[in-house]
């Protein structure tokens, strides 16, 4: 399997759809918060489970 180096095409169109769909559960000051203080724990944690779902995603179409 090779290895992505690099943010290709692929990973940003999951990465849009992934975000969207995790912002939309966020509550509504907690969707202040990562919006408007990128550097919040807050913040940290949307983006880490944000990474975590995009390579699940990536890795299952690897797999399938």
């Known amino acids: ?5 690099m943010k290709d095409n692929k ?3 999951i990465h849009k ?4 769909d995790e912002f ?3 509550d509504n000051d907690i969707a202040s918060i ?3 203080k990128p ?4 913040a940290r944690l949307f983006n880490e489970k944000v990474e975590k ?3 699940d995603k990536l ?3 690897v797999a399938g």
Not at 1 to 5: A, E, P, V
Not at 17 to 20: G, Q
Not at 39 to 42: A, T
């Open 1 to 5: 399997m090779k290895k992505q180096t």
């Open 11 to 13: 990973y940003w169109s």
């Open 17 to 20: 759809e992934v975000y969207m």
């Open 24 to 26: 939309d559960k966020l």
């Open 34 to 36: 990562v919006q408007t």
């Open 39 to 42: 550097y919040s724990p807050e």
């Open 53 to 55: 779902a995009i390579k």
């Open 59 to 61: 890795n299952s179409k």
